[in-house]
């Protein structure tokens, strides 16, 4: 899955292995290669910006509280 963010015109690629989730680990690195500004709000819980994109479907990240982060799929009508 490659995240991004438009306004830092910046991305990186992530590895989900199977799982529907980041370790915490992964969502710090996507942070700081996305935006890595602390006062910055450009972009989600791993400085993502737009949505998720995985083909056809889109997703979003939700934020855990042990520093991981969900997959959640957005289902568009």
């Not at 799982?19 to 993502?48: D, F, H, M, P």
């Amino acid at each position: 899955m490659i995240l991004r963010n438009d306004f830092h015109k910046t991305a990186i690629q992530v590895n989900l292995r199977g799982r529907n989730s980041l370790s915490a680990y992964q969502v710090r690195t996507a942070w700081k290669t996305l935006c890595g500004i602390k006062t910055c709000t450009c972009g989600g819980v791993a400085g993502e910006r737009p949505a998720i994109q995985g083909g056809k479907e889109k997703y979003r990240l939700e934020a855990c509280q042990d520093g991981t982060a969900s997959v959640i799929r957005i289902d568009c009508q």
